[in-house]
């Protein structure tokens, strides 16, 4: 729980605003499962899988989905 914490807190001092997000994203994350973030463009989507990634030590693939594709 120590490691999700930090995680958390990493997430946090890039994102402010996005707890109930993140609270989200840490949850289908730990259940093994898939994240579809769909919001209005410029709201940080993308700045917060980075922070994930970041804090994981992990690699970001995008997959970027627009209506004319």
Not at 33 to 54: H, N, Q
């Amino acid at each position: 729980m120590d490691k999700i914490n930090r995680i958390r807190e990493n997430i946090g001092s890039v994102m402010i605003g996005m707890e109930e997000v993140t609270e989200m994203l840490l949850a289908a994350f730990l259940a093994g499962g898939y994240v579809l973030l769909e919001d209005m463009p410029g709201t940080g989507k993308t700045t917060l899988v980075k922070a994930l990634a970041a804090s994981m030590d992990c690699s970001l693939r995008r997959v970027q989905l627009t209506p004319d594709l």
